[in-house]
């Protein structure tokens, strides 16, 4: 029960990694506060959590709105008195197109979803910590922070930025009790990944990033999530913690 008592908010957790974290942290002891656009499944979600005994709430956001990032940052210290951890998670992987067959609202909703709604959780999280005193981000960032992959434009430029962001992030607010620090998953077997039509296709190209031979599973990221929010990561700041099977080391 590591994280008795603490307060953690995890975005995208109605599903894959962000799901796995929000369930990690509450049978850890945690009060989770899960935040998706997907109702349906975020509270599907919850109510797994609340019938294997842990205490969490689920909020629907756009993460793209400050208005709601905001309200849901006021929301979670309304219900649980402050706010520790945030597992900052929500993003989306876009489509398949060299650069210059991205289209413009393709690659304006990238970035709102995987850059701008990082940077809005980010601000609003590190305004509430200042007032409390500390606290702790995770980023999910990517293999793709540290190297690229032809047809990815949008996302590579965007899980670049997010390193750019936790790093500066880190150095400025370090000094404050506040860690900032980012794990950089490489080719997860999600449910989203096993159901995609063209997987049989893809899937030896995949394995073939990886030196470890096989893709990642959803809780070899969670255990790195929750290390870098608990107390054994404590001189960690600014870290890009790559959980990759040996892909940016290759």
Known sequence: MQFKDKVVLVTGASGGIGAGTAKAFAREGAKVMLADINVEQGKQRLAEIESAGGEAAFFP????????????INETVRRFGRLDIVHNNAGI???????????????????????KAVWLCMKYSIEQMLKQGGGVLVNTASALSLTTIPGSAPYVATK???????????TEYGAQNIRINAVCPGVIRT????????LDEM???????HPAGRLGEIDEVVN?????ASDGAS?????????????TAA
Not at 161 to 168: N, S
Not at 203 to 209: D, G, I, R, T, W
Not at 224 to 228: G, I, Q
């Open 61 to 72: 956001i756009d993460v793209t709105s400050a208005e709601h990032m905001q309200a849901l």
């Open 93 to 115: 992987s876009g489509g398949n197109h060299f650069t210059a067959d991205v289209t413009e609202t393709e690659f304006d909703q990238i970035v709102a979803v995987n850059l």
């Open 160 to 170: 670049h930025a997010v390193a750019g962001l936790t790093k500066t992030a880190a």
């Open 191 to 198: 449910a989203m990944l096993n159901s995609h039509p063209r």
């Open 203 to 209: 899937e030896p190209k995949l394995l073939a990033l």
């Open 224 to 228: 790195a999530v929750l290390w870098l």
């Open 235 to 247: 001189f960690m700041h600014g870290s890009l913690m790559t959980v990759d099977g040996g892909w």
